[in-house]
């Protein structure tokens, strides 16, 4: 596979994780595949470009004499929610995104990924604080604030600014595997993240947003604890709290009841092993709490759609 040419377009007043965070996702596989990805900056013009907090950096090139990308970034941030655009700049910002096998909008970003292509109708993501305003703004598009983020024909985009590594990291593992993307997670002590269909936020910070603080200890305890034996009575016995009190506090706050909560916990560890290990599958299912096999296909199946050993047969 060629190197990837990725620009990121930035402008006054961008989020510096909207761009750093994918940048080093990107950056970071090329130290698996060699010259894996290339990156540059793109701007309105040549220059000095300030992030939302007045720290600056320079433009490589501006979107005028831009050379042709893979992939175009649209990094979001306050300045790039409210950024005004004339037509010819539109047509510039058009011209490199037809030209581009994918275009990314991270958080806001999906602000001028709608000015960019306003008559064409895509699914989309952003920050959910936004979601209501861009859905005003954007008419032809189906604006989703649940998703990490959503692939629509050639049009990814995601929500808050973190998950926007998480889609350099799916688009790192389509272009390069598993193996390629679980080893950049690892190096940015990061999740690899579920395809699709996943809560904007994490459990944790579910959590940590909520008006309870008393689950985070368990959560803690149960991510170091998820290969042992472990009973409601023992996560209601951990908080002080009776089982009927914990299932009413995950419900509430986590929408999964105790056991199903950890099961997922246990059914996304056995797929980073499968993914990352050279494991039996019997053996993933001890390590990971299961006292049978068939118990974990089982489960392993309702979870991802498909059996342990077919995702073990194309994991690349």
């Given at each position: 596979?060629?190197?990837?040419?990725?620009?990121?377009?930035?402008?006054?007043?961008?989020?510096?994780?909207?761009?750093?965070?994918?940048?080093?996702?990107?950056?970071?596989?090329?130290?698996?595949?060699?010259?894996?990805?290339?990156?540059?900056?793109?701007?309105?013009?040549?220059?000095?470009?300030?992030?939302?907090?007045?720290?600056?950096?320079?433009?490589?090139?501006?979107?005028?004499?831009?050379?042709?990308?893979?992939?175009?970034?649209?990094?979001?941030?306050?300045?790039?929610?409210?950024?005004?655009?004339?037509?010819?700049?539109?047509?510039?910002?058009?011209?490199?995104?037809?030209?581009?096998?994918?275009?990314?909008?991270?958080?806001?970003?999906?602000?001028?990924?709608?000015?960019?292509?306003?008559?064409?109708?895509?699914?989309?993501?952003?920050?959910?604080?936004?979601?209501?305003?861009?859905?005003?703004?954007?008419?032809?598009?189906?604006?989703?604030?649940?998703?990490?983020?959503?692939?629509?024909?050639?049009?990814?985009?995601?929500?808050?600014?973190?998950?926007?590594?998480?889609?350099?990291?799916?688009?790192?593992?389509?272009?390069?595997?598993?193996?390629?993307?679980?080893?950049?997670?690892?190096?940015?002590?990061?999740?690899?993240?579920?395809?699709?269909?996943?809560?904007?936020?994490?459990?944790?910070?579910?959590?940590?947003?909520?008006d309870s603080m008393r689950l985070n200890p368990l959560l803690e305890w149960l991510v170091e604890?998820?290969?042992?034996?472990?009973?409601?009575?023992?996560?209601?016995?951990?908080?002080?709290?009776?089982?009927?009190?914990?299932?009413?506090?995950?419900?509430?706050?986590?929408?999964?009841?105790?056991?199903?909560?950890?099961?997922?916990?246990?059914?996304?560890?056995?797929?980073?092993?499968?993914?990352?290990?050279?494991?039996?599958?019997?053996?993933?299912?001890?390590?990971?709490?299961?006292?049978?096999?068939?118990?974990?296909?089982?489960?392993?199946?309702?979870?991802?759609?498909?059996?342990?050993?077919?995702?073990?047969?194309?994991?690349?």
């Amino acid at each position: 596979m060629m190197t990837q040419k990725i620009g990121f377009f930035i402008a006054d007043g961008f989020q510096a994780l909207d761009l750093f965070g994918p940048l080093d996702a990107f950056m970071e596989a090329n130290s698996f595949v060699s010259e894996a990805y290339s990156c540059s900056l793109l701007g309105l013009t040549v220059g000095q470009v300030n992030t939302v907090y007045g720290q600056s950096l320079s433009i490589d090139t501006d979107i005028y004499h831009s050379p042709q990308v893979d992939y175009l970034v649209i990094c979001g941030g306050t300045g790039m929610r409210k950024l005004a655009l004339d037509a010819k700049q539109l047509n510039a910002l058009r011209g490199i995104a037809e030209g581009a096998s994918k275009v990314l909008s991270i958080c806001t970003g999906a602000f001028v990924l709608a000015k960019i292509f306003p008559d064409q109708h895509h699914r989309v993501t952003t920050h959910w604080r936004y979601c209501q305003q861009l859905s005003r703004q954007a008419a032809n598009y189906q604006v989703e604030k649940n998703p990490l983020f959503i692939e629509s024909d050639f049009v990814w985009s995601s929500a808050g600014v973190l998950s926007g590594v998480d889609l350099a990291l799916e688009i790192i593992r389509r272009d390069y595997g598993n193996t390629i993307a679980a080893s950049v997670a690892k190096e940015l002590v990061v999740y690899l993240q579920r395809r699709g269909g996943q809560s904007q936020y994490s459990d944790l910070l579910q959590v940590q947003s909520s008006d309870s603080m008393r689950l985070n200890p368990l959560l803690e305890w149960l991510v170091e604890n998820y290969q042992k034996s472990i009973t409601v009575t023992d996560m209601a016995d951990k908080t002080s709290l009776s089982e009927r009190q914990l299932t009413r506090l995950f419900k509430r706050h986590l929408n999964s009841t105790p056991s199903h909560y950890l099961n997922q916990l246990r059914l996304n560890r056995a797929r980073d092993l499968i993914t990352c290990k050279s494991l039996r599958l019997e053996r993933v299912a001890l390590l990971v709490g299961f006292t049978s096999y068939d118990s974990f296909r089982r489960a392993f199946h309702n979870q991802f759609g498909v059996s342990p050993s077919y995702f073990s047969r194309n994991c690349p």
